[in-house]
């Protein structure tokens, strides 16, 4: 039982690791969340790897049968709650019913080998005081150094991070003028390859009057430097239909976008260098 719990935690928290080096943008969103994400995946990280270096088994299990108890708790709430993914193991969906049995299961299976002492378990020899803070000290260390550098990452990207200021549900409000000097925040979520060279974008909405202006003149531009038209949602149709020198892209879907249009952005090398609203020359 114990490799399994051990195991699971740590493999939780690789896991966690992983999303949020690959989607910060939405990971690292809120004032705490840049140094609380990598404090939990340090100190998730740091009780798997005591689990399974057996130190103080007896003990810690009782630990981690209230961990998981509380698990538990937390994965029922969100499966009645009706989500979709209890977030527990990062970028890899599982169903909070799923998440519920399994730890349902790692209960029972921690409170029989707490009720159970095996003779195996008397009879087992501890390791010297020495190798106990020796192994200890490296369990810290290392869970330390791995936090310690996932918090760098997320002071490197922070920028992006309160760049996108989410206010209900999957409502964005993006604010341009606040992007000047920084790597553009919503680059993951264009359907278009802005990171290198200079670009001048216009984000642009069909059904805005002031964007139908805007867009024939950008067109224009489009004959002399690079353009990109980044058309927000909701969608015009004929837009696959459309052509010009402009590069056409669009703003992922799968967020409400709250932006004013039209907006001017220059980037050079996926850096905002200037930002302008209403129509451009």
């Given at each position: 039982?114990?490799?399994?719990?051990?195991?699971?935690?740590?493999?939780?928290?690789?896991?966690?690791?992983v999303q949020l080096i690959a989607e910060p943008a939405t990971t690292l969103v809120g004032l705490?969340?840049?140094?609380?994400?990598?404090?939990?995946?340090?100190?998730?990280?740091?009780?798997?790897?005591?689990i399974l270096s057996g130190l103080y088994w007896h003990r810690v299990?009782?630990?981690a049968l209230g961990t998981f108890v509380v698990f538990a708790g937390y994965a029922f709430y969100q499966a009645i709650g009706g989500a979709v993914?209890?977030?527990?193991?990062?970028?890899?969906k599982v169903h909070p019913w799923?998440?519920?049995?399994l730890d349902v299961a790692i209960v029972g299976g921690l409170s029989t080998s707490i009720?159970?002492?095996?003779?195996?378990?008397?009879?087992?020899?501890?390791?010297?005081?020495?190798?106990q803070r020796v192994l200890v000290g490296s369990i810290v260390a290392i869970s330390l150094v791995g936090a310690a550098l996932l918090m760098r990452y997320a002071q490197t990207r922070s920028a992006q991070?309160?760049?996108?200021?989410?206010?209900?549900g999957n409502l964005v409000i993006l604010e341009p003028e606040k992007w000047v000097g920084k790597s553009l925040p919503i680059a993951d979520s264009i359907d278009l390859d802005l990171s290198q060279g200079d670009w001048t974008v216009l984000l642009h909405r069909h059904?805005?009057?002031?964007?139908?202006?805007?867009?024939?003149?950008?067109?224009?531009?489009?004959?002399?430097r690079r353009v990109a038209l980044v058309e927000v949602p909701p969608y015009e149709e004929l837009h696959a239909l459309a052509t010009g020198a402009a590069h056409r892209g669009r703003l992922a879907s799968d967020r409400d976008w709250f932006v004013q249009t039209p907006v001017e952005l220059r980037l050079q090398d996926g850096i905002v260098l200037a930002v302008k609203s209403g129509h451009g020359d």
């Amino acid at each position: 039982m114990r490799w399994v719990v051990g195991l699971l935690l740590v493999f939780a928290a690789i896991l966690k690791g992983v999303q949020l080096i690959a989607e910060p943008a939405t990971t690292l969103v809120g004032l705490s969340a840049r140094w609380l994400s990598p404090a939990q995946i340090g100190v998730e990280l740091a009780f798997g790897l005591l689990i399974l270096s057996g130190l103080y088994w007896h003990r810690v299990r009782w630990l981690a049968l209230g961990t998981f108890v509380v698990f538990a708790g937390y994965a029922f709430y969100q499966a009645i709650g009706g989500a979709v993914s209890c977030g527990c193991f990062g970028p890899v969906k599982v169903h909070p019913w799923w998440t519920f049995l399994l730890d349902v299961a790692i209960v029972g299976g921690l409170s029989t080998s707490i009720l159970r002492r095996t003779q195996v378990e008397r009879a087992s020899i501890s390791p010297g005081l020495l190798h106990q803070r020796v192994l200890v000290g490296s369990i810290v260390a290392i869970s330390l150094v791995g936090a310690a550098l996932l918090m760098r990452y997320a002071q490197t990207r922070s920028a992006q991070a309160e760049s996108l200021l989410p206010s209900a549900g999957n409502l964005v409000i993006l604010e341009p003028e606040k992007w000047v000097g920084k790597s553009l925040p919503i680059a993951d979520s264009i359907d278009l390859d802005l990171s290198q060279g200079d670009w001048t974008v216009l984000l642009h909405r069909h059904d805005c009057p002031e964007c139908q202006a805007a867009v024939p003149r950008y067109e224009e531009l489009a004959l002399h430097r690079r353009v990109a038209l980044v058309e927000v949602p909701p969608y015009e149709e004929l837009h696959a239909l459309a052509t010009g020198a402009a590069h056409r892209g669009r703003l992922a879907s799968d967020r409400d976008w709250f932006v004013q249009t039209p907006v001017e952005l220059r980037l050079q090398d996926g850096i905002v260098l200037a930002v302008k609203s209403g129509h451009g020359d």
